[in-house]
């Protein structure tokens, strides 16, 4: 079992940036595929980031190539998301999720149901 907690969110005026922070606990001895998914109200949950615990790669949605940075820790036990340049559109209830296999490092890496863990979830706000 893994747990995931994520903190960071907040409301920020169009332009501004957030870092969004999920720490990992629990069976942490195999390497996961760690990802950030975010959710508007009315939408179906979307993949943003996600990079491989046992590795560096990464891979971003296009909506948020450029303006979005996913990183780890040094113990690989924390999840980043850097956001800068946020715009009205990025709004959503944010969500750090884990599934024990690499990652694809291409958008296979979104489908929801692949991921066993995940969060409670954080906040962003973005006004214009």
């Known amino acids: 079992q893994v747990q995931l907690v994520e903190s960071g969110g907040g409301s920020v005026q169009a332009g501004g940036s957030l870092r969004l922070s999920c720490v990992a606990s629990?069976?942490?001895?195999?390497?996961?595929?760690m990802g950030w998914f975010r959710q508007a109200p009315g939408k179906e949950r979307e993949g943003v980031a996600v990079?491989?615990?046992?590795?560096?790669?990464?891979y971003y949605a296009d909506s948020v190539k450029g303006r979005f940075t996913v990183s780890q820790g040094n113990l690989k036990n924390t999840l980043y998301l850097e956001m800068n340049s946020l715009k009205p559109e990025d709004t959503a209830m944010y969500y750090c999720?884990?599934?024990?296999?690499?990652?694809?490092?291409?958008?296979?890496?979104?489908?929801?149901?692949?991921?066993?863990?995940w969060g409670q979830g954080t906040q962003v706000t973005v006004s214009s």
């Open positions: 999720a884990a599934k024990p296999s690499a990652c694809a490092h291409n958008s296979f890496d979104f489908d929801t149901l692949k991921y066993n863990y």
């Open positions: 629990g069976y942490m001895k195999i390497n996961y595929c």
């Open positions: 990079v491989y615990t046992g590795g560096t790669n990464t």
